[in-house]
């Protein structure tokens, strides 16, 4: 097989992954997405305290718990000579090909994928762009800089990013669970992620089968292929950082043009759509709740158990219904006749001008109930529980409507997040 074998009609290439040398342990070398566990520091702490002095891609990217902490710009410049000394001294290349991955994820099947490298000219996350790879989600540009900084410069890339199929037949992922493959690694994952495989996909009639079977799966005029959903907004750093190396060096091709992903396919028995929850902090609870109900015209209860308020939110009821969470007090709004589709967009349409108002005031994104009310119980914390999108519904909304409000939905609980892993030289 070639070293840049590509399939440009579907936007694929074939990689050279990089992975650490036998002997590195693969348990603290591997650490969860960035964007997890924002308001919980110290996960992140203790996953320090965990790697210790092993090489780590915990080096090898900017946890958004510590973006406020420091000296980004160091941080950022600590990173870079970190990704040149593992290439030096802790990864090696692999055979030219995919990974297909096997994650436990606690649920009654495993989470199945395939790593790929996405070509990151068939992308553009603006509003109503129609390429070949989409955004599912809006994409905030305040959450560009810090992502695009630690791309800027890197000689290398580690993916958290997962890009769904529609592939109800399974046609792409799912033959090669019974190919005759070579395990690259198989390992438990740090911090409650569980255990992961990985085997090697290198041999050519197998790629030629898998990118055959996702140039069938193109829906659409124009054709969509692929779905961002998780990492849209590392997919969207990438993407400007090969612009501006297209621009300054004047080149329609370089390692940066591709960027490193997971596909899964959406029908994966694996796969789990849950909400992502909302936590507003800084602003009185009482002060959201009236600009609520001033602009939608809500109506509000509240509970005095959590057993009641829990009962009375899975009630049937035509419009939207958010239980949210404050200072340890339980409630639910009422919206007879909401203006959008999503109870997510029904949110932010107040939440977001208010929070213009409030520059103290910030709004974060929560994985699980249990979470959301630990940290809605402090002083000016409300937290407002959302539901999770079908998503079988995912594909014909991206076509019909384009991209969901942002953090509509999440690809399972924060636990289940992809891990980093394997990596890829893009210098």
């Known amino acids: 097989?070639?070293?840049?074998?590509?399939?440009?009609?579907?936007?694929?290439?074939?990689?050279?992954?990089?992975?650490?040398?036998?002997?590195?342990p693969l348990e603290t070398w591997a650490v969860i997405a960035c964007d997890q566990h924002t308001s919980e520091?110290?996960?992140?702490?203790?996953?320090?305290?965990?790697?210790?002095?092993?090489?780590?891609?915990?080096?090898?990217?900017?946890?958004?718990?510590?973006?406020?902490?420091?000296?980004?710009?160091?941080?950022?410049?600590?990173?870079?000579?970190?990704?040149?000394?593992?290439l030096d001294d802790v990864l090696e290349p692999q055979p030219p090909g995919f990974m297909l991955v096997e994650r436990?994820?606690?649920?009654?099947?495993?989470?199945?994928?395939?790593?790929?490298?996405?070509?990151?000219?068939?992308?553009?996350?603006?509003?109503?762009?129609?390429?070949?790879i989409r955004s599912t989600e809006g994409t905030d540009p305040n959450r560009l800089p810090a992502r695009t900084a630690v791309r800027r410069g890197a000689p290398l890339e580690t993916p958290h990013i997962l890009v769904l199929i529609d592939d109800p037949h399974r046609t792409v992922i799912e033959p090669l669970r019974d190919a005759p493959l070579d395990i690259a690694y198989d390992f438990e994952l740090m911090q409650g992620g569980d255990r992961v495989r990985g085997w090697r996909v290198t041999d050519s009639a197998m790629v030629d089968s898998v990118a055959t079977a996702i140039a069938g799966l193109r829906r659409g005029d124009p054709p969509l292929a692929y779905a961002m959903g998780d990492g849209n907004h590392s997919f969207a750093a990438a993407r400007a950082v090969w612009e501006e190396i297209r621009?300054?060096?004047?080149?329609?091709?370089?390692?940066?043009?591709?960027?490193?992903?997971?596909?899964?396919?959406?029908?994966?028995?694996?796969?789990?759509?849950?909400?992502?929850?909302?936590?507003?902090?800084?602003?009185?609870?009482?002060?959201?709740?009236?600009?609520?109900?001033?602009?939608?015209?809500?109506?509000?209860?509240?509970?005095?158990?959590?057993?009641?308020?829990?009962g009375a939110s899975r009630a049937p009821f035509a419009g939207h219904r958010i239980p949210y969470l404050a200072g340890g007090a339980f409630g639910l709004l009422d919206i007879e006749q909401p203006a959008f589709r999503l109870a997510t967009a029904t949110l932010h349409d107040v939440l977001d001008p208010l929070l213009a108002t409030h520059p103290n005031a910030r709004v974060d994104y929560i994985h699980g109930e249990e979470t959301l009310g630990a940290l809605a119980a402090k002083p000016d914390s409300t937290g407002f529980l959302l539901p999770a999108m079908d998503k079988h519904d995912l594909f014909k909304t991206v076509i019909e409507e384009g991209a969901t409000p942002r953090k509509t939905f999440s690809l399972g609980e924060a636990h289940e997040k992809r891990y980093y892993l394997e990596c890829r030289r893009i210098a």
């Open 247 to 310: 621009e300054q060096q004047g080149v329609a091709d370089h390692p940066a043009r591709h960027a490193l992903v997971e596909l899964v396919n959406v029908h994966d028995a694996g796969l789990e759509f849950e909400p992502i929850h909302r936590l507003v902090e800084g602003l009185a609870s009482e002060s959201i709740l009236a600009a609520l109900e001033q602009r939608t015209g809500c109506r509000r209860r509240s509970f005095s158990t959590r057993e009641a308020w829990r």
């Open 104 to 132: 436990e994820v606690g649920r009654a099947s495993p989470r199945n994928g395939l790593v790929v490298a996405l070509d990151l000219d068939r992308f553009d996350y603006r509003d109503g762009a129609q390429e070949l």
């Open 41 to 86: 520091p110290a996960y992140w702490d203790e996953t320090r305290r965990l790697v210790g002095e092993n090489p780590s891609t915990l080096d090898l990217v900017l946890p958004e718990a510590h973006l406020g902490a420091g000296d980004r710009d160091a941080a950022i410049a600590a990173i870079h000579r970190s990704m040149a000394r593992y």
């Open 1 to 24: 097989m070639s070293q840049h074998q590509r399939f440009p009609d579907i936007g694929l290439e074939v990689p050279t992954l990089l992975l650490p040398k036998p002997g590195v």
